[in-house]
T-cell receptor, first 112, second 113 residues
Framework: RKEVEQDPGPFNVPEGATVAFNCTYS??????FFWYRQDCRKEPKLLMS???SGNEDGRFTAQLNRASQYISLLIRDSKLSDSATYLC?????????????FGTGTRLKVLA | NAGVTQTPKFRILKIGQSMTLQCTQDMNHNYMYWYRQDPGMGLKLIYY???????DKGEVPNGYNVSRSTTEDFPLRLELAAPSQTSVYFCASYSGASTGPQHFGDGTRLSIL
């Protein structure tokens, strides 16, 4: 089982739609969680951190369920500019260092 | 506000040549990382460093070397370039805070022909 698993997609949605991505992680000792956005052939950019109580940033809402070991990202009112790959990232302290584990990403295409 | 800076942005090498990919950060971060990303694939960790003078292997270290003589710089060396090393290379840094994210440079696109 992969340490961080995501549905690769692609998710093709019309503009204005609501879309949700899920991510599961295997290490119950993981400490921090993030969603990154990556555009084609560009560097990953932090979209938002994910907090235990859930958090929102404009049209984006992130949730964490530690008991079930999954993280979600909800995008409301999708824009064409939201088309990208969304990476789920989990960080934990193991073997004397902080280890970031990246999912392989979920591709989103927002259609006009 | 530079963050993580990588040079060069693009490079074409011949098989067997060597080169160094440069990475520098101005955020005083202790942790630095090198990843590679092949087309359509996820990030793979090559090497990482938890501070000046300390480096360790990631999941795909073969064919690469690193050094960390200062907090700011973390160069990645390819000694004998092979076509399998054609990839996009990303450098990242992290403060060491338990809830902090990684910050990425904008990558080096490397082709080995």
């Amino acid at each position: 089982r992969k340490e961080v698993e995501q549905d690769p997609g692609p998710f093709n949605v019309p503009e204005g739609a609501t879309v949700a991505f899920n991510c599961t992680y295997s290490n119950s000792a993981s400490q921090s969680f993030f969603w990154y956005r990556q555009d084609c052939r560009k560097e990953p950019k932090l979209l938002m951190s994910v907090y235990s109580s859930g958090n929102e940033d404009g049209r984006f809402t992130a949730q964490l369920n530690r008991a079930s070991q999954y993280i979600s990202l909800l995008i409301r009112d999708s824009k064409l500019s939201d088309s990208a790959t969304y990476l789920c990232v989990v960080n934990g302290y193991t073997s004397g260092t902080y280890k970031y584990i990246f999912g392989t990403g979920t591709r989103l295409k927002v259609l006009a | 506000n530079a963050g993580v800076t990588q040079t060069p942005k693009f490079r074409i090498l011949k098989i067997g040549q060597s080169m160094t990919l440069q990475c520098t950060q101005d955020m005083n971060h202790n942790y630095m990382y090198w990843y590679r990303q092949d087309p359509g694939m996820g990030l793979k960790l090559i090497y990482y460093s938890v501070g000046a003078g300390i480096t360790d292997k990631g999941e795909v270290p073969n064919g690469y070397n690193v050094s960390r003589s200062t907090t700011e710089d973390f160069p990645l060396r390819l000694e004998l370039a092979a076509p399998s090393q054609t990839s996009v290379y990303f450098c990242a840094s992290y403060s060491g805070a338990s809830t902090g994210p990684q910050h990425f440079g904008d990558g080096t696109r490397l082709s080995i022909l």
